[in-house]
């Protein structure tokens, strides 16, 4: 079974900066896309950002100028650097991969922005 555990979200005033991180385990990490996915109270689940297993990312509008997300295979790790935050961007954000044709999904990180 695959695990994804996310860590790093927390309370931010506008303006700030969180770094989160979703390190995965029973899977071959260097060989999947991996994906940051939010969710906002009384909204779906929006994807936010793509890593392919060769690094090539994507974005959400949203996100594009403001946040980064990368890998490091040797700790079979993805991370979210996210910047100048905004309150509309306080959500649930949850670490995400495909494997197999199912969906895992970690147990998600709280970011809240405000002042």
């Known amino acids: 079974q695959v695990q994804l555990v996310e860590s790093g979200g927390g309370l931010v005033q506008p303006g700030g900066s969180l770094r989160l991180s979703c390190a995965a385990s029973?899977?071959?990490?260097?060989?999947?896309?991996m994906d940051w996915y939010r969710q906002a109270p009384g909204k779906q689940r929006e994807l936010v950002a793509v890593?392919?297993?060769?690094?090539?990312?994507n974005y959400a509008d949203s996100a594009k100028g403001r946040f980064t997300i990368s890998r490091d295979n040797a700790k079979n790790t993805v991370y979210l650097q996210m910047n100048s935050l905004k309150p509309e961007d306080t959500a649930v954000y949850y670490c995400?991969?495909?494997?197999?044709?199912?969906?895992?999904w970690g147990q998600g990180t709280q970011v809240t922005v405000s002042s």
């Open positions: 995400h991969v495909a494997r197999q044709g199912q969906d895992y």
């Open positions: 029973r899977i071959i990490f260097r060989t999947y896309a």
């Open positions: 890593i392919t297993n060769g690094g090539s990312t």
